[in-house]
């Protein structure tokens, strides 16, 4: 505790100093900027708005009753704080909960397996008992000598993996030599050319679906990614080893459309476990597994009212400026395995809690603030695609919002501290945020990267020239643990870095509200205009 008290004492002293400001800049509102800091400090409330949302409601996976409870939960919340709250649905297709699962190895031994089933999979047949068979399926020519030998079976399609000592970096916090090396602008390789080879190996995926259905397979039991380490994202030149012992990084098994429950269940377990049955499988010993999945799809309906997803939307109008918006965000939407706490519960508290301090200190901003709760992330930024395409440009025009968005930040890659902000290469806006990161280094903000990076929701908003951004952020477990695994619980987040993370939001946020003008662009894209 002695190390929370003088991080919060030096922040506070600095924000009521003040920073040097350079000669031309707007000078921030430093009287406000230290309210934010000791409202967000000292009376954070976002570690229980992370445990509502996971604890309670987790997963929330779109088209739930899960993220619907969710959804209701929030919208209730921000009212309480007096902001004006709307949703706006959108088509999603079937949604998918899980109901029951269990799995036992029960020959030669009995061995409870850990695991967990894929999303949008299928269920079994009640509890089913049967031999587990390897299986290798390369070709079309490896379908037809399967063929005829796999009913009432349950296949394991990969070989071992072999499984490291955790020996590698697992926890990633940010040193001062990775931080500069975001800062340096990244002369990215040559675009690989553009394969045939993806279509080909989903068609093919699908083919092999289709024979496993025919066949009469039970279930499909996999290891998950052959992968024993994995990229810190964000283009940058870091690794970080995963941890196997239980965890599992589980994926989707099946469509969301009509054919919706048509797949052979399918079921990723430890990579432990896997191993040693393939092992059992290769000495020549008969193994045979327990299984139960039980599934519920939930179909969607075709009133725009009733449709399977929304976007959850709340703002605190602004004043002489209040046709133009500030727009803060996180995906709302989490996959299955775990309870969402890292992806992305933190990202919504900390957004969320911004617009909570801000509502408590009684701050009046120049623009609107607007909240953005995205669904439908982890299928494709859907939420945030359709509201840029609604609000502020489509295919064939700008729409004349377009003109009044300043900026728009977003949060997304775990529970860790914020240590700078992703340019996405809008150098103009460098000098901008260059006076708002100096007066945040005692927080741990201090690098400004000037490359675009991908694979979340301000994609949306650049894409049609918008400035969408992305925050530099400490991985902490992210990738080696939490991220799409049944690990990412409320557990694995740490509390300072949280709280901070919404003081930095905060004001992000505010400082862009305040400006006399909006955060500068970049030209927009020439199918944009």
């Known amino acids: 505790m002695r190390r929370s008290r003088s991080w919060l004492a030096m922040s506070l002293f600095v924000a009521l100093v003040g920073s040097v400001t350079r000669v031309g800049a707007q000078p921030p ?24 949302l996971s604890d309670v409601y987790g997963p929330r996976v779109t088209g739930t009753p899960a993220i619907e409870a969710a959804g209701a939960w929030a919208r209730q919340v921000l009212e309480d704080w007096g902001l004006e709250v709307r949703t706006e649905r959108f088509r999603f297709g079937h949604g998918w909960s899980l109901v029951r699962f269990h799995a036992h190895m029960v020959e030669p031994q009995v061995m409870p397996i850990i695991g967990f089933p894929r999303s949008w999979s299928s269920s079994t047949d009640g509890t089913v008992t049967a031999e587990v068979v390897r299986i290798d399926i390369r070709t079309g020519e490896d379908l037809e000598r399967l063929r005829g030998t796999l009913a009432g079976k349950i296949v394991l399609p990969q070989t071992a993996r ?26 990215p390789p040559p675009a690989p050319p553009r394969r045939a ?9 699908a083919q092999v679906q289709q024979f496993y259905r025919d066949e009469g397979v039970v279930a499909i039991l996999d290891r998950g990614s052959d992968d024993v380490t994995v990229g810190a994202g964000s283009n940058l030149p870091i690794r970080t080893q995963r941890t196997d012992g239980g965890t599992i990084f ?19 377990i430890a990579v432990e476990h896997y191993n040693r049955m393939v092992r059992l499988l290769d000495k020549g010993i008969s193994v045979s597994v327990e299984l139960h999945v039980e599934t519920e799809f939930h179909p ?60 408590a200190i009684g701050a009046e901003p120049r623009r609107t603030i607007r909240l953005a709760l995205w669904g439908g992330e982890e299928q494709g930024l859907l939420g945030s695609r359709e509201y840029v395409r609604r609000h502020y440009a489509n ?47 005692d927080l741990g903000v201090t690098t400004m990267g000037p490359r675009s990076v991908s694979g979340t929701d301000h994609v949306p908003f650049d894409a049609v020239g918008l400035p969408g951004f992305q925050f ?3 991985r902490l477990e992210y990738n080696s ?38 955060i500068p662009r970049k030209p927009a894209p020439v199918s944009s205009r």
């Open 29 to 52: 509102d430093h009287h406000t900027l230290a309210e934010i800091r000791d409202e967000g400090l000292r009376r954070s409330q976002v570690m229980d708005h992370i445990g509502w």
């Open 162 to 187: 072999e499984v490291p000592m955790l020996e590698g970096n697992v926890v990633l916090r940010m040193s001062e030599a990775q931080l500069a090396d975001a800062s340096r602008t990244q002369v």
């Open 197 to 205: 080879s993806a279509s080909a190996a989903r068609t093919f995926a």
């Open 250 to 268: 589980v994926g989707s098994g099946g469509p969301r459309d009509d054919r919706a429950g048509s797949q052979v269940p399918a079921v990723t």
């Open 300 to 359: 969607e309906a075709s009133a725009p009212e009733s449709q399977n997803a929304f976007n959850l939307l709340a703002e605190l109008p602004g004043t002489d400026l209040a046709d133009e918006v500030v727009l803060i965000g996180a995906h709302f939407d989490t996959t299955h395995a775990g309870t969402g706490a890292t992806d992305n519960a933190a990202g919504v508290a900390a957004m969320m809690e911004v617009m909570r301090i801000l509502k």
């Open 395 to 441: 295919r064939d025009a700008l729409r004349p919002d377009h003109a009044r968005l300043s900026a728009y930040y977003n949060i997304d890659n775990g529970a860790g501290r914020l240590r700078g902000i992703w340019l996405q290469g809008n150098s103009a806006a460098a000098a901008v945020f260059e006076d708002w990161i100096v007066s945040m280094r």
């Open 472 to 474: 530099i952020q400490d």
């Open 481 to 518: 643990r939490t991220h799409h695994s049944n690990m990412d619980v409320v557990d694995r987040v740490q509390r300072e870095d949280a709280v901070q993370m919404a003081v930095v939001a905060a004001i992000f946020a505010y400082n862009t509200a305040m400006r006399d003008d909006l």
